[in-house]
């Protein structure tokens, strides 16, 4: 390939030039999301980047084939194999079936992702879907001595590898086990602290919901066996991109190699691409905290869910990124008045064919140097600086958002046309709501302060509080 892709591996701590297994093909994987709640802005973040590395990929001339996993069945709340199902849990609050959970935020997770412009992955495979291969794989590592049973359950030796902690960078093995927690209970039947399980049975949860037979007794696979399994049914067995967020390196990621290569016998995947957290201002942003931001949240408080994602394609991807309103406030503003400008050039005349090369050549450089999403808007806004004529200007803005996704030609005119849809009547309408709402919250009838939000964005208006007071738009 004429243009080098080069990101950053944690696999090798360095940044280096994709070379598929493939000449012109990829073969990714991305690690899906535990269907149990919604996923939040932080969840996101991870999905939008590597979305942006798949794109850029078929930019430059790839064949890429993505899958991605999605786990219904497995993933206990510590990802050390200890603590509740997660999707038990979740069945648990809501009173419905796990699969009933696992469908809703599914179709939820994907709603999101059509919001923000993540392309849906070639393949998307439910964990539940392959019970049969994660036997498979099991009773293959169990023949080939890597896998031993204790207490009913399945367990992977880690002592049987030469170097489990592949992505220790130089470390402590001990800082790298952040994915492991002191204050749940130990699991007598390991027969070492890292050893992780392949195959429960109703010894770990006589109440699981789903579960099924195998040759160790009825039960469920572990949570990492499934991406293994998924990958390679989908894939085959040599995988070039295996993504993720850095919270999957340990113990997650580490222990899919581990099974992967001692199943294969042969190196597995060669590239891991890893984004950082999206943090809150009290820290790393979670589900566990009660309340948390989901893209659902964002609109109701009047942001275009793209504004969100031009704030995360504005830092990079290997940077934790803090979050706030009043810093997504600032992106929303530059957004809005990037996509009126766009909207405002005149679709006339010819293409500049060396200019469009020129601005092309720097936004393809600014991606293929570890993803520098950053640096490729910035060459937007140089490029409508130029002194080049409008045809171009929007030739390139079209070529661009190939990559970036952020409806950069229809965005303004969409703007446009809320801010001269108003009436007259329905403008007396949102005022006299507002005063209705502030009189609510003066009398502490928060309830009725809410329903009157709730009524507004049912009309498609979004309303805000800010130190000016309320303001209000189209949504």
Known sequence: MENKVKFYNTLTREIEVMVPNEDGKVAMYTCG???????????????????????????????????????????????????????????????????????????????????????TPDVVEPATNCISEFIHMVEVLLEKGYAYQAGGNVYFDTTKLDDYFVFSQGVEKEQLQVGVRDDVEEDANKKNKNDFVLWFTKSKFEDQALKWDSPWGVGYPGWHIECSCISMKHLGEYMDIHCGGVDNIFPHHTNEIAQSESYLGHKWCNYWFHVNHLNDQSGKMSKSKGDFLTVSLLESKGYDPLAYRMFCLQSHYRKPLVFSYENLDNVKGAYEKLVKKIASLKDEGTVDEAAFAEYKEKFTDALCNDINTSMAITVVYDMLKADINDKTKLALAKDFDEVLSLDLLTAGAKLAEQSTSVDSELESFILAKIEERKEAKKAKDFAKADAIRQELLDKGVAIKDTREGVVWELV
């Open 33 to 119: 999301p535990t269907v149990y709640h919604y996923a939040h802005i932080g969840n996101l973040r991870s999905y939008i980047m590597e979305d942006i590395l798949e794109k850029t990929l078929r930019y430059v001339g790839y064949d890429v084939k993505r899958v991605m996993n999605i786990t219904d069945v497995g993933h206990l709340s510590s990802d050390a194999d200890t603590g509740e199902d997660k999707m038990l849990k979740g069945a648990k609050r809501e009173h419905k079936t796990v699969m009933e959970i696992a469908q809703f935020y599914t179709d939820a997770f994907f709603s999101d992702c059509k919001k923000l412009n993540i392309k």
